[in-house]
């Protein structure tokens, strides 16, 4: 296998030419040149030489033999690929983010093939030779434009077809037929009695008011009558029409919102914590809240709206050009112009308007961001150049305000002077034919009066394609969640484990939150059931990251995890989160009740064995002291209670819990000395029996370790028991003398 | 390397005991020292990609690296000089104060480190779906990237100022948003 990629035909030949790309072990070009300007060259590994071409034909040529090690650097926007020749690095090729992680598995295959060809040299043959494949992550662009796909998702915003996202939001209404059905019948008849009052004037004005031919006075009055109650039947009529379609169309638009929104909602619960990570949760909450009801938005409002104005145009032009076909001719004169401005004013202000919301939003946010802040403010005596912050800020909603109000009341008149030629023309152009006799003087009043009718529609629909875009923006923003998949993925043959003996093996683990900066670096380890390992380590070494593997909330880049020698990516998710417990340092407790939030994980269990378990966990004595014993309401984050407390509550339901592996993740709250033991004691009844990774930080936790692992810069430096450890005078050694020193500090702090 | 938090800065506590050569200035290092190198004292010299720097004649490092400590603000000034276990040797507080080859060195450390094209001119701008398309000029000639919600990756560090993150992570600079010529500010605006 290779790494090959598209290799352009001018280097392709100079490098085979012979065609084919046998030999080639890995082509990929850098986007860099290496004096840093945009650029191509190609880097080419075969069996024994590196090369590198640029654009010019200019490059490097090593022989492997001279190369001792190669390295990835990864700079700010970018990295370089070097490699140590002779003593010195030499630089192979510059690249930009968009290719650090290729350069980077690049590095590490030519490491492998250097050290292969040592090994070689030496006459060993154990080895297997390297390989390098293609990026599987390649595939996650999309085949159209080579955008990089969120993780998980194979729908490419960029290349989304609209009628795509119009036909899956027609989906959402299919459990709706009828009461659709319903809605359009309303709309239609709406529409066709909206139309008649606009043409009575013609008989009102040629029969009733100025006949042309003679009539008697009683029968002019009976056709008077006649036309306005047909006026008043008509406008109420469309009224009623109108009340019964803006209900049905009320409840089916929120109801598919809600539909939606609840799928949504659901959905995101069981997304992979990777993916809670790479996304503010401020724009998540968004999604779930503010796409869902600008859909919401745009199925009540304007879906039917924009319906009954098509209906109305349509209906208007056919009266017009049946009642006079020439002078319609003349009237949609304007109409070209009017729907080409409208659409270019509308464009305008939306963008400024846009500007307008962004600018309010920073002022809102400063307000709040300095009114939570104001003890600091206080304190540091910064008044004035908070309130002069605030002043600029404002001023620039201000400009922004301004500038929009401006452009609109500068715009909008010219519009309607447009707009508003069509009449004058058929008042001209009309009044003529009237003079001449071919236009009764009605015709040219209901002409008129269609007329103000048809420009409305008009006007609007010039900005539809807008409106049309915006709202499935929302939608396919709502979609592209659905359709992301959780990067923990249950694997299609995944066993059921019912039960767990708690053996725990890491094979070579290397993980990183971002592929390519691993945190956990190549770690192994084998942990014995009912072991209890302590984790040690500076911030940053990677102890929780270890551990959120373990819990299987991220899955590992490369190497094993094995639970009772099964790959944990094969275990069913379910069975093992039932064996797995934690007690994490932030201890998070639900709103709800002592109770609830101790039988959190089992719900079922009887409130006899909560009671066990808080007893175990040296809490059940403070909890039945409290006023409401079990049923007090624990506050957000469970203010109304101590640290201590609260702590106990975590390791009771841990207890309830009853896992065969136990992450513990110690606090370092400082408690008093009584409260310390009693949290120890319930510690050492969870423990018991249980194969335990404990993040300690309390020299006594790590004294009852039955092994520890010191962790630096994401590998194992040091492992062995306590006392072993403390004799080697390693890096252990040295944390705990830093610890004892900070504990004397404390200790004359106090 | 990437830069991990500064190890060396905040807690000094758990920093070994000193194995590195002494610094002209600072024969005992305090560790809540700030040390300011004298640019007169410096010579810095190419070796490979490397580069190696000299501190009056005293003492010699290998590899260091050159950091800005405000890339964004004060980009020319203030480089922290870090040797190869990224231990602070010392900060410069104003490298046009250093020897004519020491600071074209510096310069090009620096040029190689901090890879953020400057936009010079805006060709072309698409935009679909959110996911815009640009095609630009820059100071290290021209690029098309990709930028997909704009309203978190452009950022306005200080007023007329912009960056853009585009989905690679890649950044781009405006170090002057009126600086540009105006078919290329209406082609921005367009899309702020």
Redesign the interface.
């Known amino acids: 296998m290779a790494l090959i990629e598209q290799i352009p035909t001018r280097v392709h030949e100079h490098l085979c030419p012979n065609g084919g790309t046998d030999g080639l072990h890995v082509v990929i070009y850098a986007d860099?040149t290496r004096t840093?300007?945009?650029?191509q060259e190609w880097l080419v590994v075969t069996d024994d030489r590196v090369r590198v071409m640029g654009a010019d034909g200019q490059g490097l040529d090593l022989p492997l033999e001279q190369i001792v090690s190669v390295s990835a650097?990864?700079?700010?926007?970018?990295g370089?690929l070097?490699a140590a020749?002779d003593g010195?690095?030499?630089?192979l090729v510059?690249y930009?983010?968009?290719r650090e992680r290729t350069f980077s598995r690049t590095a590490k295959f030519l490491n492998e093939l250097v050290e292969y060809r040592r090994e070689l040299a030496k006459g060993s043959t154990e080895k297997k030779p390297p390989e390098i494949h293609a990026d599987e992550e390649e595939d996650n662009r999309c085949p159209r434009c080579k955008?990089?796909l969120a993780e998980g998702t194979k729908v490419c915003?960029?290349c989304?077809r609209k009628h795509k996202v119009i036909g899956r939001l027609a989906g959402y209404f299919k459990p709706y037929v009828w009461q659709l059905m319903y809605v359009s019948v309303l709309m239609l008849a709406g529409t066709g009695l909206n139309l008649i009052p606009p043409y009575l004037p013609r008989p009102l004005m040629d029969q009733v008011l100025v006949p042309t031919e003679a009539a008697e006075a009683g029968q002019r009055i009976r056709l008077l009558g006649f036309l306005v109650l047909a006026m008043l039947l008509a406008r109420a009529g469309h009224q009623v029409l109108g009340i019964l379609q803006g209900r049905a169309v009320a409840w089916l638009g929120a109801r598919l919102s809600h539909d939606l929104r609840t799928e949504l909602y659901s959905h995101l619960q069981f997304l992979s914590l990777g993916y809670f990570d790479r996304r503010?949760i401020g724009?998540i909450v968004a999604r779930v809240t503010q796409d869902t009801s600008s859909l919401e938005h745009a199925l009540i409002d304007m879906v039917p709206y924009v319906a009954v104005q098509v209906l109305t145009l349509i209906g208007i032009c056919a009266v017009l050009f049946w009642m006079n076909w020439q002078l319609t001719v003349l009237v949609l004169v304007p109409a070209p112009a009017v729907v080409v401005l409208s659409r270019a004013f509308g464009r305008r202000l939306m963008?400024l308007w846009h500007?307008f919301f962004?600018y309010r939003q920073r002022l809102n946010a400063g307000v709040n961001d300095s009114l939570s802040g104001i003890r600091v403010i206080k304190a540091f005596a910064q008044e004035r150049k908070e309130a002069g912050r605030f002043s600029e800020h404002s001023r620039e909603v201000f400009e922004a305000t301004y500038l929009a109000e401006r452009t609109w009341a500068t715009l909008f008149p010219i519009l309607w002077f447009v707009t508003s030629l069509g009449a004058i023309i058929v008042w001209y152009v009309g009044g003529k034919q009237v003079i001449s006799g071919l236009v009764t003087p009605g015709t040219l009043m209901a002409f008129v009066t269609y007329l103000t009718m048809l420009y409305g529609p008009l006007q609007f629909l010039s900005r539809i394609s807008d409106w049309l875009?915006r709202s499935?923006?929302s939608a396919?923003?709502v979609f592209e969640v659905l359709d992301t998949q959780p990067d923990v993925r249950e694997a299609a043959d995944a066993v059921p484990m019912p039960r767990i003996e708690g053996r725990v093996e890491l094979r070579n683990v290397t993980f990183g939150y971002d592929k390519h900066?691993p945190v956990v670096k190549d770690v192994s380890l084998d942990v014995a059931p009912g072991e209890m390992i302590g984790l040690v380590g500076?911030s940053?070494a990677g102890k929780s990251t270890a551990i959120n593997l373990i819990c299987r909330l991220y899955d590992v880049n490369e190497g094993q995890l094995l639970i009772d020698g099964v790959d944990i990516r094969r275990i069913h998710q379910q069975d093992l989160r039932r064996r797995i417990g934690v007690v994490l340092q932030d201890t998070f407790l639900f709103n709800g009740t002592i109770l609830e939030n101790i039988a959190y994980a089992k719900p079922e269990a009887g409130l006899e064995e909560v009671m066990i378990a808080a007893k175990a966990a040296n809490a059940h004595d403070f909890i039945v002291s409290k006023p409401d014993g079990y049923d007090s309401v624990v506050g957000e984050r469970g203010q109304m209670l101590s640290g201590g407390e609260r702590q106990r509550i975590a390791i009771a339901r841990a207890i309830l819990h009853d896992p065969r592996i136990l992450i513990l993740d110690e606090a370092t709250s400082s408690v008093d000395a009584d409260t310390e033991r009693q949290i120890q004691e319930a510690i050492a009844r969870l423990v018991k029996g249980r194969t335990t990774f404990a993040i300690a930080h309390r020299l006594s936790t790590l004294r009852n370790a039955d092994r520890l692992v010191v962790l630096k810069d994401g590998r194992i430096a040091e492992l062995g028991t306590h006392d072993e450890l403390l004799a080697k005078k390693g890096e252990f050694h040295?944390l705990v003398e830093?610890q004892k020193?900070?504990s004397r500090i404390k200790a004359v702090e106090r | 390397m990437s830069q991990t938090t500064a190890a060396g800065a905040g807690r000094k506590v758990e920093r070994p005991p000193v194995d590195r050569p002494m610094t002209a200035s600072d024969a005992k290092p305090d560790a809540a020292t700030l040390t300011i190198l004298d640019p007169k004292e410096l010579r810095f010299a190419r070796a490979g990609v490397e580069l190696r720097l000299t501190v009056g004649d005293r003492c010699s490092y290998p590899a260091v690296k050159v950091l800005r400590a405000f890339p964004l603000s004060q980009p020319q000034r203030h480089l922290s000089v870090r040797d190869t276990g990224n231990r602070e040797i010392g900060v410069i507080a104003d490298p046009g104060k250093l020897d004519e080859a020491s600071r074209r060195l510096v310069e090009e450390e620096l040029d190689r480190r901090y890879l953020v094209p400057v936009i010079r001119r805006v060709i072309a701008v698409k935009e679909w779906f959110g996911t815009v398309d640009w095609q630009v000029e820059t100071d290290r000639g021209e690029v098309r990237f990709t930028t997909r919600n704009l309203r978190e990756n452009l950022v306005q560090p200080s007023p007329g100022r912009l960056l853009l993150t585009d989905v690679e992570g890649n950044r781009y600079d405006v170090p002057q948003f009126s600086a540009l010529d105006s078919r290329s500010q209406g082609l921005l605006m367009g899309h702020l």
């Open positions: 860099l840093g300007r945009f650029g650097d990864s700079l700010v926007g970018g370089a070097s020749v010195r690095m030499v630089e510059r930009t983010n968009a955008l990089l915003p960029a989304l503010k724009a963008r500007r962004h875009a499935l923006t396919q923003q900066k500076h940053g040295r830093i020193e900070m």
